[in-house]
């Protein structure tokens, strides 16, 4: 039998006096825990989804990895690079590598009866993934565009459609410049989509690579460049190496020079931006941590005080000071066990509230998101739940030896 577990068992479950000072102690040493552990376990969620939500929307518009010409990856202006089979086979023959497609950007004008706009049209052809686009659709459709023929459907933001008063179906003229001459395209819009994005939302059309790539007065086989999408973006540094070794550097039979650049690179101060919650997440934990290791000090203080008496005795029948420390660690176990149970179910219970019903709103404008994301994530929140019970414990340790010093002979008279 172990003894001190024994003991400690019985302790926690005696109710024996309702006024003795180690009961409300316990319940403010549980509280205090429970707590701490919501709280952690909301903040790194919140952060998790908040940043994998906006990472997953920012590689929405511009994927993983940019393959293209080395000018038009450094600027705004766009000069063609050959995309041929070719080469397509070549980006996604490389290790790592999920989904090659091509694209094709070319500026223009919308313009209906009262207004018009300046915007950035996007040509994609069958091969590009339309997952995340059909996720943030509001009105209309995502049609499947072609580089062989063009439909005339172009699909636009939610932003762009406000500010010209235009819904799904309706028709629009669109003016492009080309070696000083315009020219105009009618246009069905398709679709209308929201991101939030503002950066992109504001600017950003679809219409077929073929069209695109006819206004800009291109050759068949190229394209603005090919957008890379990772198998696991843990490795996209790895992925992005072995394309430099293999494709960077190279020309094509136009004479442009082959280069690549990652999302990380092309929009750092997103990624810098979301970087920086990582600094608030540990600094929450840290707070939480401290709060709950304090309140547990405190507490096991005042039961060790509480329960001299029993030390006494327990010392003056031959327990052992490490005994006796054990005895009342493992009391401390109990109460931290009980809050951690009622910290997850407080924590895992309101996020599962937030995730399914999306309660706690936010400005799309400031956050890019309407709603407060989270994220689940099982192994971390296990993580945090094993880190809470070793430090709890841990910072238990000292406070534990006040046992060492307390007499028999004088604890048994102490009052």
């Known amino acids: 039998m172990n003894f001190p577990l024994y003991i400690a068992r019985r302790i926690y479950n005696d109710q024996g006096d309702k006024h003795k000072v180690s009961r409300p102690v316990i319940r403010i040493a549980t509280l205090g825990v429970a707590i701490g552990l919501a709280v952690m376990i909301i903040s790194v969620s919140v952060v998790f989804g908040f ?23 450094q600027g705004n202006d766009q000069y063609p690079i050959e995309m041929g089979d070719s080469m397509m086979k070549v980006l996604k023959s490389i290790k790592g590598v999920d989904k090659v497609q091509r694209y094709a ?13 300046g915007v950035m049209f996007k040509g994609v052809a069958q091969e590009y993934d339309t997952t995340f686009m059909h996720k943030n659709m509001v009105e209309g459709h995502f049609p499947v ?9 172009i699909v636009i933001s939610k932003m762009i459609a406000d500010q ?7 028709r629009i003229f669109a003016y492009f410049f080309s070696n000083d001459q315009v020219r105009p395209r009618r246009y069905t819009i398709a679709g209308v989509y929201q991101t939030n994005l503002t950066m992109f939302d504001k600017v950003m059309c679809f219409t077929d690579l073929y069209s695109a790539v006819k206004l800009n007065g291109w050759e068949s086989d190229q394209a603005s460049g090919a957008e890379l999408t990772v198998k696991d973006f843990s490795h996209l540094d790895e992925v992005e190496d072995i394309l430099t070794h293999r494709v960077n550097r190279s020309v094509d039979r136009y004479g442009t ?17 979301l970087d920086l919650l990582d600094l608030n997440v540990w600094i929450i934990l840290a707070l939480m941590v401290c709060v709950a290791g304090f309140t547990m000090i405190s507490g096991l203080l005042i039961i060790i005080l ?8 327990l010392k003056a029948l031959g327990a052992k000071n490490k005994t006796v420390r054990h005895t009342f660690l493992w009391f401390a176990v109990f109460i931290i066990g009980k809050g951690m149970l009622i910290g997850n179910l ?3 219970g309101l996020i599962l509230i937030q995730q399914f019903t999306g309660v706690i709103k936010l400005d799309p404008a400031t956050y890019y998101v309407s709603t407060v994301p989270v994220e689940l994530n099982i192994p971390i929140i296990l993580l945090i739940n094993i880190a809470t019970l070793i430090v709890s414990i841990f910072v238990l340790i000292a406070p534990s030896y006040l046992i060492s010093h307390i007499h028999p002979a004088k ?3 102490y009052e």
Not at 306 to 313: A, P, Q
Request: hydrophobic share 35%.
């Open 257 to 273: 020079t082959y280069s690549s650049t990652t999302i990380q690179e092309n929009y750092p101060q997103i990624f810098s931006w």
């Open 164 to 170: 010209l008063h235009l819904h799904a179906g309706d």
């Open 145 to 153: 565009f072609s580089d062989q023929a063009s439909k005339q459907q």
């Open 306 to 313: 509480e329960r001299t008496n029993m030390i006494g005795v």
């Open 346 to 348: 407080i924590g895992i």
């Open 411 to 413: 604890s048994m008279r």
């Open 51 to 73: 940043k994998h939500t906006i990472r997953d929307k920012v590689i929405g518009f511009g994927s993983h990895i940019t393959v293209g010409d080395f000018t038009t990856l």
């Open 105 to 117: 950007i070319k500026q223009g004008i919308l313009k209906t009866d009262s207004d018009f706009l």
